[in-house]
């Protein structure tokens, strides 16, 4: 039971190209959820989906999408980055209440 | 407008003591609160949480205590090891069935030896 599997570890990207962050999970979990965070800064929400084929706007969403075509995978794309995209970026699921993270993606735009 | 508040980013114990970390929220329809500890390079986990019709959660050396009135809840860690060092980030849920949680800015705790 892996959980939780995020891919990459690490980028580097250049001002506007763009890429996919990948997140998986094997516990058949309906809610998914993307964060975004910054030094010294709490977990901010992107995106989150409630079950395939469901998603819908977090706190922070302007600069990324999303997509969710089973319940497994929930990938976050970046169209365009800039370097105030840059940051770790957790993944989450949840079954009701405790969300299980990723081990997280460290961006850098520059 | 940041509804979950986690006013002090350090907080510095010896091992053995009690370790006390604060938080507040200001929305009433949360109805679910979390503890999540997170270590560098790593994501967070989840530690403990509390309901709202409840004011006091406790497991093992952690325990949770809600102030619904003072819109207040504090994680007690008795006593603390040097192993309990990290980020300790305050959640709240709301009653909608969404699940999303609203995260305070998180409070660095260090247990000294």
């Known amino acids: 039971n892996a959980g939780v599997t995020q891919t990459p570890k690490f980028r580097i990207l250049k001002i506007g190209q763009s890429m996919t962050l990948q997140c998986t999970q094997d516990?058949?979990?309906?809610?998914m959820y993307w964060y975004r965070q910054d030094p010294g800064m709490g977990l901010k929400l992107i995106y989150y989906s409630v079950g395939a084929g469901i998603t819908d706007k977090g706190e922070v969403p302007n600069g990324y999408n999303v997509s969710r075509s089973t319940t497994e995978d929930f990938p976050l794309r970046l169209e365009l980055a800039a370097p105030s995209q840059t940051s770790v970026y957790f993944c989450?699921?949840?079954?009701?209440?405790?969300?299980?993270f990723g081990p997280g993606t460290r961006l850098t735009v520059l | 407008d940041q509804q979950v508040k986690q006013n002090s980013p350090s907080l510095s114990v010896q091992e053995g003591r009690i370790s006390i970390l604060n938080c507040d929220y200001t929305?009433?329809?949360?109805?679910?609160f979390l503890w999540y500890k997170k270590y560098p390079a790593e994501g967070p986990t989840f530690l403990i949480s509390?309901?709202?019709?409840?004011d006091k959660n406790e497991d093992g050396r952690f325990t949770v205590f809600l102030n619904k009135s003072a819109k207040h809840l504090s994680l007690h860690i008795v006593p603390s090891q040097p192993g309990d060092s990290a980020v300790y980030f305050c959640a709240a849920k709301d009653s909608g069935n969404t699940g999303k949680l609203i995260f305070g800015q998180g409070t660095t705790l260090q247990v000294k030896p």
């Open positions: 509390i309901s709202s019709i409840k």
């Open positions: 989450a699921s949840s079954y009701i209440d405790e969300q299980f």
């Open positions: 516990m058949n979990h309906n809610y």
């Open positions: 929305n009433s329809m949360f109805d679910y």
